[in-house]
């Protein structure tokens, strides 16, 4: 086991200082000189052919610099499959479409303006659930498609498809089979500081966006893109991404907003500001998906899984974001969690009139897991088999290659399964009568990057400078989930210096090499090998030149010592014969011959060496740039095959729960998870990310759900639209971590970023059931479910 | 309509001209430039803009700006010590990992100052009382109490 000097120590994270002062610089606090203020119209109806748009008004209010339409500004189309506009022409398919935008001088005018720009309507009959969607004489929401060929049907046009084995030999070998339809609302990121951007020309037409993003080099892309249909082609966008107020999946597309701020920008020829209210991004700003899953497992006499059958349907809303493949990730449970043969999963999403979704933190897995860890709890009491040990029965193993084509390296997941049920001392149940109940889920995600694009890879750059620091480059996205904590401590322990010496820059496309994004719990994964990546060159280099300045500079060191102490004896030791490069070693900051004599004079400070090498005739410095491109496939979606991620992380959690069965309220007397995270980088930044995503998951259990009637967001504000508080956090959670040591972890870690939100709430049901023995299919799982559910079971029995 | 008014902001007095229906967020983070007070919601739901008027933690986003008129308003910029060093609070919240996006810390420490400067040895749950108008959706909030817990006993041990 190596010993490590940072990693697996607890380490405050490089930004909070400046966060708890309140210097942090969020795109709320961002100022340009001559800014303005960029405000949208939005539609007034969800479906609905635009007649006529009356900005007059509007331009006349003082203080109003541009008023802009899709009539006067080049068409911009945007989206995963290009069928969005940044403003709408013909048509509007949902509330939060962009009819028109304003800049002015200030917020208020520009609000006020906004408030002056009239438009007729020609309402059309709406769409708001995928089953309305999908029959046969439906209206469209999109008449055509984004190469302008007629559509007949309202099915977006992905395929999200697998099948393996022998469906048909797997119902036959199975005694017990359970099905059951489980559903799970739309609910919002809620990121504590709300979205907003900056856009900015210069005189070359060159464009920068301060963006709250998390990906800005995809970003980048798409701003390049639209340049180009603004008659800007060959101009540049750079993206700069200032402090995130959160980010949880809603920075993994370009926006409207953004896009209508850079024409804005481009028209007044100042920068322009659009920064959403909280109404405005409850409303306005893509939430994660709604989705219907329907699963039948059956296994056999002992309880050996033999087959899972799967259909999803999605209400994609009106417009395709990259959200729109959260199939893509729900593949990976339905034919790899736990060991199976016989699959078949179908996804289908279409549109509607709803307000569009994007991704949000687990991109699908908490929606299906919701449903597989509730009916396996199902076929484990059909089959009279205790859940745990249904679970450990069928758990994954190291080593395995699943149905999807997942090559497992490592698997904690027994593990993981065994620490929970002892903490939770799980043999030892409730009596009945006492609604008191435990429940157990379990999960696997990606944990070795996730290649949903041609490149899912990362680039770094280490630029040493004549102090000794680190300057490091990054294109990775910190958003408040301690990415650049862990890479401090990776670049100070590859690299050997101290951590204090480690300063990370800004983000910026400008400067960083690039990056698909942070997403899929790739952050830390993809950064700190890179990282590691890049420390090895650099040590190569220093420790090859250290050959030639090592020995001078430690000549001076010990003259000066001579000097001072004239009685030294210096141990018989030939330094100019030890000077090899693979003698040397480089630690805290200290350069030094390994095994040498342990003599202060023979450990040279790192920046003394490198201002010997840099200052004299054809002197060298030391820059580093790596590309780290993780080792997994993109796969085929269509045929649901490929090894999608490097590494795969697993993970279970038990919950301890008490029902009121006569309010119907749920109190949780104890959560405790274990995950399978190959190596602890920091445990402080570990545990953090861990309660976050557990208190994600209360809140998806419980009660949040974005309602919405015709089209129409009904909850946009904190008041109705519920996330966990303190208080309802008030419970023990006993986080343990299994370290499986991954080969291609950096350090051995997986990622762990969403890992903790996905089995959740179906821990919480499966604890309900065995509380009170009703089973809820539909999150949250509100007071009212739990007495319908009870009020059922009572008269099921009666 | 145009007001003038002072008071006293971190220490300091202070004079500004207002429009009446502002609220103290936008006089702090506009013409004060103050911008560590951080606007979550303008509802008071969300706790992100929370600021000490005379002892009390209010939400500047709803606190009309002419009522601080001749008051003691501490926001998260008065905490901070000379030489660029934190508060206990601030220290506490670094300390822990109390902090993922920071946009709820300034808020959040600011409600347990409130509570801290009231009452040196509060309970688990006085802690949850005095945070539970302060939303935080990156940390479950285990870090934060663990953080207030040892703020409070550096405080005591500080006196």
Not at chain 1, 486 to 500: D, N, R, W
Request: aromatic share 8%; proline share 5%; glycine share 8%.
């Amino acid at each position: 086991m190596t010993n490590f000097h940072y990693i697996g120590k607890e380490a405050s994270r490089p930004d909070g200082p400046d966060k708890a002062a309140g210097k942090a610089v969020y795109i709320q606090d961002l100022q340009r000189p001559g800014m303005l203020y960029g405000k949208i119209k939005f539609s007034d109806f969800p479906h609905a052919r635009i007649k006529h748009i009356d900005t007059s008004k509007a331009e006349r209010l003082t203080g109003v610099r541009a008023v802009i339409t899709a009539t006067n500004t080049p068409e911009i189309r945007l989206g995963f499959l290009r069928d969005n506009f940044a403003l709408k022409k013909d048509k509007v398919r949902q509330y939060r479409d962009e009819i028109a935008a304003v800049a002015a001088i200030d917020p208020e005018i520009a609000e006020e303006a906004i408030e002056l720009i009239k438009v007729e309507y020609e309402p059309l009959p709406g769409l708001f659930s995928p089953h309305e969607a999908m029959k046969e004489g439906a209206p469209l929401v999109h008449e055509r498609d984004p190469q302008g060929n007629s559509r007949t049907d309202n099915l977006v046009p992905l395929q999200f498809h697998h099948e393996s084995g022998d469906l048909e030999a797997g119902k036959r070998a199975a005694k017990h089979v359970v099905e059951g339809t489980f559903t799970t609302p739309m609910v919002q990121q809620c990121c504590m500081g709300t979205a907003g951007c900056i856009a900015e020309f210069d005189m070359n037409s060159n464009l920068t966006v301060w963006a709250k993003t998390q990906i800005p080099f995809l970003a980048q892309r798409d701003f390049n893109r639209a340049l180009s249909d603004m008659g800007l082609a060959g101009k540049n966008a750079r993206v700069i991404v200032p402090t995130l107020g959160g980010g949880f999946g809603s920075g993994l597309d370009t926006h409207c907003y953004e896009y209508i701020a850079i024409l804005l920008a481009f028209r007044t020829g100042y920068p322009v500001k659009i920064v959403y209210t909280r109404a405005e991004e409850f409303a306005n700003l893509s939430p994660r998906q709604s989705s219907t899953t329907k699963i039948i497992q059956g296994c056999d006499q002992n309880g050996k899984l033999t087959f899972r059958h799967v259909e999803v349907l999605q209400d994609n809303g009106a417009y395709t974001s990259w959200g729109a493949t959260y199939p893509s990730v729900m593949m990976m449970p339905a034919t790899s969690l736990y060991r199976i043969s016989n699959v078949y999963f179908n996804a289908q999403l279409v549109y509607t009139n709803n307000t569009y979704c994007q991704a949000m933190r687990g991109y699908g897995n908490p929606e299906f897991t919701w449903a597989l860890e509730s009916n396996l709890d199902e076929l484990a009491e059909e089959a009279g088999i205790d859940p745990f040990d249904f679970r450990m029965l069928n758990s994954n193993k190291p080593n395995e290659t699943t149905p999807m084509g997942l090559k497992i390296s490592t698997c904690g997941l027994k593990e993981c399964l065994e620490t929970v049920a002892q903490k939770l001392n799980w043999k030892k149940r409730y009596k009945k009568g006492k609604h008191r109940g435990k429940g157990l889920a379990s999960l696997i995600h990606v944990g070795g990057g996730a290649r949903i694009y041609r490149s899912d890879a990362s680039g770094l750059i280490l630029k040493l400078d004549d102090f000794g620091n680190v300057n490091v480059y990054h294109g990775g996205v910190e958003m408040g989930q301690g990415l650049h904590s862990v890479l401090t401590m990776a670049v100070a322990e590859a690299l050997g210096v101290s951590s204090k010496r480690v300063l990370i820059n800004p983000t910026d496309t400008g400067t960083c090499p690039w990056d698909v994004g942070t997403h899929a719990s790739r952050g830390a994964f993809m950064a700190c090998n890179a990282a590691i990546l890049a420390a090895n060159k650099l040590r190569d280099k220093i420790f090859g030149l250290a050959e030639v300045f090592y020995p001078q500079e430690v000549e001076k060191n010990l003259k000066k010592l001579k000097k001072k102490n004239p009685n030294y004896k210096p141990p018989d030791f030939d330094v100019i014969k030890a000077a090899r490069r693979e003698n040397f070693e480089l630690q805290d900051g200290f350069i030094f011959i390994k095994d040498g004599p342990q003599e202060s004079w023979l450990r040279l400070e790192l920046a003394r060496l490198l201002r010997a090498i840099h200052f004299r005739n054809q002197g060298q410095m030391f820059t580093t740039e790596v590309f780290y491109d993780p080792p997994n496939e993109l796969p085929d979606f269509k045929k649901g095959f490929g090894n999608i991620s490097a590494t795969y992380a697993f993970g279970t959690q038990g919950a301890e729960v008490e029902v009121d069965t006569e309010t119907g309220e749920v109190k949780i007397l104890k959560m405790v998870a274990a995950h399978d995270v190959g190596k602890v980088l920091n445990p402080q930044a570990l545990k953090g990310q861990m309660y976050g995503a557990i208190a994600q998951g209360i809140g998806y259990a419980f009660y949040e759900e974005l309602l919405s009637k015709q089209g129409k967001i009904l909850n946009p504000n904190f008041r109705d639209y519920k996330i966990p508080r303190v208080y309802e956090m008030n419970f023990p959670i006993e986080l343990e971590f299994i370290e499986s040591n991954d080969k291609f972890g950096p350090f051995g870690a997986k990622g762990v970023a969403e890992p903790g939100l996905v089995p959740t709430a179906p821990a919480i049901a499966n604890a309900i059931y065995d509380a009170i023995g009703v089973r809820i299919h539909d999150l949250p799982i509100t007071p009212d479910k739990v007495l319908a559910a009870l009020k059922k079971l009572k008269q099921t029995k009666d | 309509m145009k007001k003038e008014i002072s008071f006293t902001l971190n220490g300091s007095e202070v004079t500004v001209t207002i429009d009446e229906h502002l609220c103290l967020i936008d006089i702090l983070r506009g013409p004060l430039g103050q911008t560590g007070t951080n606007e979550g919601c303008r509802e008071g739901e969300c706790g992100a803009c929370t600021v000490i008027v005379d002892g009390q933690a209010v939400n500047s986003c709803l606190y009309p700006a002419f009522e601080v008129e001749g008051k003691n308003v501490i926001t998260i910029e008065g905490l901070q010590e000379p030489n660029n060093k934190l508060s206990v609070f601030q220290q506490a919240f670094v300390d822990h990992g109390a902090i993922q996006c920071g946009f709820c810390t300034p808020g959040m420490i600011m409600s347990a100052k409130a509570l801290l400067d009231t009452n040196q040895n509060p309970t688990e749950d006085e802690i949850r009382d005095a945070l539970l108008g302060n939303l935080c959706r990156c940390t479950g909030y285990v870090q934060i109490v663990e953080a207030v817990k040892q703020a409070a006993v550096q405080l005591k041990n500080k006196k």
